[in-house]
């Protein structure tokens, strides 16, 4: 980190700030009073408006994902899905500015790696996360690195509570369905967790006028998935993973087209996969957890018999921005309205405490933070 003297202009950002703190795993979040970090030479600070609180805060919180290399040291506020307005910028900073509204990607980018080059910053080979490599946006500040690529400039429709809704969830939805599924209008797409980002899914692909039809296993998050366009819904809580299957084709008539896994468990993956109709395509959305470290068998005889294809998706490439933020500006896409419930940052111990009892619909987002 850089002093304050690597900045241009004259900062209104406080030297402290209050934060939602996690001091032990699976402990009480605290909000405490903690430094507001200084931005590199190519950085910025951004003061945050509205902050989400996704399921893989929770799988943080819970050392879910220590395994795959994200190691949070304690304490630490975490927090990835963050719509705000630059309040400081550092000395290399080109085309951000003071005072412009902007949302962050999760996978915060170096912009110069191989991936970043090809225009893959999702994948980036140096990317930072909050709470993982720099506290993240449970915070009233954010300090972000390469702010040019990381800040992104939002439409005057767009505002911060939608630029957070797009932080993660939302985001990773949208290039899942649209270039990894490649769903088109009239297909069918099962998507299977309706959480956050199966919710997200639901509605971008009935905007795109696909034909959804969303599995869970609560009939509150089925509700919300057929306010948000699903023609179907499948409640799989007594039904075996060939079940569902056979409960989707017979919804389908025949099969999904594409068919995305958005919890990040073996049996929501073989949902999944038993979904699909010939030729179709398995997107895996979800990351398991400690349990199953990332280990689900793959039914490789079906793999060739069906002709089916399985891929992964992962965030959103920055430029990729530019269309998703067009869709909201425009109201075609609405990922506002998925957010149930907005919070102050002394809440965020409750969320999580009931994200653990899978007992939230839709987002739940900090826009109080004093
Ligand atoms: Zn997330
Ligand atoms: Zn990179």
Redo the contacts with the bound molecule.
Sequence with gaps: METKESTTNISTVPRTMRAAQMTAFRGPIEVREVPVAAPRADGAVVRVEASGVCRSDWHFWNQDLAWIGFNLTLPTNTGHEVGGVVEEIGRDVRTVKVGDRVTIPFHE?????E??RAGF?NL????IVGGVQRVGGWAQYITVTAADLNCIRLPEAVDSLSAAALGCRYMTAYRAVVDRGRVQPGQWLAVHGCGGIGLSAVQIASAADAMVVAVDIDDRKLAKAREEGAAATVNARTLTPEQVGQAVKDATGGGAHVSMEALGRGFTFHQSIQSLRKRGRHVQMGITSQEERGQVALPVDLLTLMEWEVVGSLGNPHPKYAELLALVARQKLHPARLVTRQIALGDVSDTLARMTRFDTVGFEVITRFT
């Design positions: 980018s170096d912009g110069t790696c991936q970043c910053q980036c080979d140096h990317v």
